[in-house]
């Protein structure tokens, strides 16, 4: 008897230990492009070439924001639980670049709920018409900025006009000042207008989480004094003061990881194959910097003219 009761409670024992305790592990989806990895493929490919329309391979610079622009200019990617943000477009031929990079992330066109910009230059904007007739986004821009993207053709008090020629007109569908928010699920944005390479020049600030680890990322604007030849900043003090304004609002922002509409400008490269600090607090900082020099420079030469 007692052995009979042995060898059945030796079964049981069995059958339970071959009974499934709980579900299965979830399995944990591998990060789409992580810059340990796709960083030196960037510069790999991309050398140091600054060519607008030289493809490069997407980049995830923290968290849900990538880098999926060409060699030589930026597109940001912002991806969200309700939808995700493009900031800039890139030339005509590079809005089919940027298309296949966030393609090939995984992530379809028509989720992209708004498309934002940093300023009205064709290198930038040439292929947000393109992008919008991918997406069906809302194109967001500041009051200056919109005519020209409606239209296509460069605005007549832009230091560069007369420089470049038109590009494919899109539709501007929300308009946004200095301070105003782009909310979309648990993305928010704000707006800081940047008046100085441009009028109607934007720059954007957000929050990226990776888990825990939060960073505040700013995709700050050109803000270099360029101009054609017979432009002189010095001739229009309101616009230059508004331009040393929007120098000192980049510097003065919550700052954790930079990033530029030239990827050069924020020597990208070197920080995504860690040569330079990704991560840097005091990066736009150093980068108002630097272009208010450039724009002491410049304002010297105009005098002694």
Not at 33 to 45: D, F, L, R, S, T
Not at 195 to 201: I, L
Not at 206 to 220: I, K, L
Not at 222 to 240: E, N
Request: hydrophobic share 40%; glycine share 8%; proline share 7%.
């Amino acid at each position: 008897m007692f052995a009979k009761s042995a060898i059945a409670l030796g079964l049981l024992a069995a059958a339970q230990i071959s009974i499934p305790l709980g579900k299965p592990p979830r399995q944990i989806e591998r990060p789409k492009a992580p810059i340990e990895e796709a960083g030196p493929q960037w510069a790999a490919v991309c050398g140091d070439s600054t060519d607008w329309d030289k493809p490069a391979p997407p980049v995830q610079i923290h968290a849900n924001t990538y880098l999926v622009g060409t060699c030589g200019i930026s597109s940001i990617l912002i991806t969200g639980d309700e939808g995700h943000v493009l900031i800039d477009g890139g030339t005509e031929t590079g809005a089919d670049l940027i298309a296949a990079n966030i393609r090939a992330l995984g992530f379809p066109l028509q989720d992209i709920k708004y498309l934002l910009i940093s300023h009205e230059h064709f290198d930038h904007v040439g292929g947000i018409a393109r992008l919008q007739q991918l997406t069906g986004a809302t194109l967001v821009a500041s009051v200056p900025a919109a005519p020209v993207l409606n239209t296509g053709l460069p605005g007549a008090d832009d230091p560069q006009a007369g420089m470049h020629k038109p590009f494919p007109a899109a539709s501007v569908g929300r308009l946004v000042k200095d301070g105003d928010e782009i909310r979309l699920g648990n993305l928010m944005l704000t707006a800081m207008t940047t008046p100085g390479h441009t009028r109607g020049a934007t720059s954007w600030r957000w929050e990226s989480c990776d888990g825990g680890v939060c960073r505040t990322m700013v995709y700050a604007d050109s803000l270099s004094p360029i101009s054609r030849d017979d432009y002189k900043f010095s001739d229009h003090p309101a616009y230059l003061a508004a331009y040393r304004d929007s120098l000192a609002k980049i510097a003065a922002s919550r700052c954790e990881i930079l990033l530029t509409p030239h990827p050069s400008a924020s020597a990208m490269k070197e920080r995504m194959i860690g040569k330079q600090k990704l991560f840097d607090p005091e990066g736009c900082r150093d980068y108002a910097a630097a272009l208010s020099k450039r724009l002491d420079e410049r304002l010297a030469k105009e005098a002694a003219k």
